[in-house]
């Protein structure tokens, strides 16, 4: 069965920077999109960003273009997303998300496996 495992997630000061890793098996990852989504407390989960099977596609919400940097290694069969100039607002349980085929998706209908999540937690 498919498997997805985060990593990397943890408390971090306003502005600092954290790296989440997300490791895929029981599928062949190449082959697919991959996203990650965050939720907040009494929230929606939400879209944060997706990159497409070759890694040469990506997409961001605008709240984090320009600070969050998504990419896969399909060696390691694992996706990333590096986030930079955290904010409070960025604080919230991070899941990866595997896409249903090879383009990437900005709603939650567009994957079909989901990770456990990792927790973000950003003091201020």
């Known amino acids: 069965q498919v498997q997805l495992v985060e990593s990397g997630g943890g408390l971090v000061q306003a502005g600092g920077s954290l790296r989440l890793s997300c490791a895929a098996s029981?599928?062949?990852?190449?082959?697919?999109?991959m996203g990650w989504f965050r939720q907040a407390p009494g929230r929606e989960r939400e879209f944060v960003s997706f990159?497409?099977?070759?890694?040469?596609?990506?997409y961001y919400t605008a709240s984090v273009k320009g600070r969050f940097t998504i990419s896969r290694d399909n060696a390691k069969n694992t996706v990333y997303l590096q986030m930079n100039s955290l904010k409070p607002e960025d604080a919230a349980v991070y899941y990866c998300?595997?896409?249903?085929?090879?383009?990437?998706?900005?709603?939650?209908?567009?994957?079909?496996?989901w990770g456990q999540g990792t927790q973000v937690t950003v003091s201020s």
């Open positions: 029981g599928r062949t990852f190449s082959s697919y999109a």
């Open positions: 998300a595997s896409a249903r085929g090879p383009d990437g998706d900005t709603s939650l209908r567009g994957y079909d496996y």
């Open positions: 990159i497409n099977r070759s890694g040469r596609s990506t």
